[in-house]
């Protein structure tokens, strides 16, 4: 199907420089006092079946303060003599276990290239982390992801020993970083947008893959190994979540995930599906006619779910509070279903949070922060008020409209039925307006209809 998945997607940008890594951690080291640690554990392995583990992927707060990504690590730092300093415990080199699962990294990979001052074997953690511990005010971590980290800080702030009863030494209490990490994560610099961006391109080409891919007769999962399969052919890390694809009725199912049915011949397909790259996820939704052509009820909602979103996006600007999209897409596809005649109440009425018809077609959310994580870090209220956009933030700009006729809840006209439409794209705030990052994916009719089930 593909030739070569360099000439569609293009070079990839260089890694998050050492640099960079670093100015994150002065950047988080300068709101804690130096006199307190950090820690920060990688996530643990996890099982799928007897010996076989999930694949593995580590923290995302690991990840964005050392770019390390490999399992059983803990990363510390302190500040000595006025000066930050980062440890990192990392799995030793063990050549018998590296012929079974492969090269690690170990003590002297990473000295020698990332962004740490120290590196020790993970076995040395207890004795070099408790003298450390014991020696500080106050310590940054987050509990519940590595019980014997939890219990080495909690033994030290329970400890009531003669040199805290002589001298005051010793933490008194534990702060998790989580909060001040996630602002420094919530606006993101060049190298991680051309991340994002690659991996947004690298999205969009396999959603163009799955419609040329589409024809009645093919079942979702199929489809789904298509666009899956372009994800890992291209050199990303594979999907940034488990993907969505839904036919028919499966369509209006929002976090739908069997993706195993066959689609029929007059069905939109709904595919929910973003591809990782270096730890940076993009997010991508199209949904299109299986048979690549629009009947004229699926091409009134669609337009109108359309036109809700390009209202969204011109709301992604800086200064505008971050409902502003969502209000906008919202207004939108409620004139729009007045004049189908789907919502029987005036426009403020079907807006009404509580008892507005417009929730029985749009039940949740138009945007989240994209980043690390697919739903990314950040507060969306601080001080209980919708936060203003500065240049940086990233987010999705995602309305739907969803006609199930197998829920109870809803009169779903027949016109409708069973029709579930969502289009998402990535978008970044910048002071010029906002940039989308995933706009290569294809998402007018006219171009769903000249693509769907046309080779490249």
Partial sequence: M?????????????????????????????????????????????????????????????????GWYEPESVMFAECIDGVWKVTLFVQPKDTLKEIWEGRRPGVEGALKDWAVDFAYPIGDLRSRLGDAISRCSKVHHQTGIRNEIDSIVTDAIQL?????????????????????????????????????????????????????????????????????????????????????????????????????????????????????????????????????????????????????????????????????????????????????????QNLEESLDNENGQLKNWYMHNTSHWIGLDVHDVGIYKPNGEPRLFESGMCLTVEPGLYFGSWRPDVDCPERYSNIGIRIEDDVLITESGPDVLTSSCPKTIAEIESIVGKSF
Wanted: glycine share 8%.
């Fill in 160 to 344: 009531r020993g003669r040199a805290r009863q002589m001298n005051g030494s010793g933490p008194v209490g534990i702060e998790d970083p989580s909060a001040k990490i996630a602002e420094l994560r919530l606006r993101k610099s060049p190298a991680e947008i051309e991340q994002m961006r690659h991996a947004s391109i690298v999205s969009s080409i396999a959603h163009e893959a799955a419609m040329r891919s589409s024809m009645s007769g093919r079942t979702e999962n199929q489809i789904q190994a298509i666009i899956e399969g372009f994800f890992v052919f291209a050199g990303t890390s594979g999907w940034a979540y488990p993907s969505i694809v839904g036919c028919g009725e499966n369509a209006t199912i929002l976090h739908y995930k069997e993706n195993n049915s066959p689609c029929g011949d007059d069905e939109i397909i709904l595919i929910d599906a973003g591809s990782e790259f270096r730890g940076y996820a993009s997010d991508i939704t199209r949904s299109w006619p299986i048979n690549g052509k629009f009947t004229d009820a699926q091409k009134e909602l669609y337009q109108l779910v359309l036109d809700s979103q390009e209202a969204a996006i011109a709301e992604c600007k800086v200064g505008n509070p971050f409902n502003a999209p969502h209000e906008a897409a919202r207004r939108v596809l409620a004139e729009g279903l007045i004049k189908l005649g789907v919502i029987t």
């Fill in 2 to 66: 593909f030739d070569d998945a360099r000439a569609l997607v293009g070079s990839a940008p260089p890694p998050i420089s050492i640099d960079e890594f670093r100015s994150r951690q002065s950047r988080l080291f300068s709101q804690i006092g130096s006199d307190e640690i950090v820690i920060l554990c990688s996530s643990p392995e996890t099982i799928h079946s007897n010996d076989v583990h999930h694949p593995y992927r580590s923290q995302s707060d690991m990840i964005y303060l050392t």
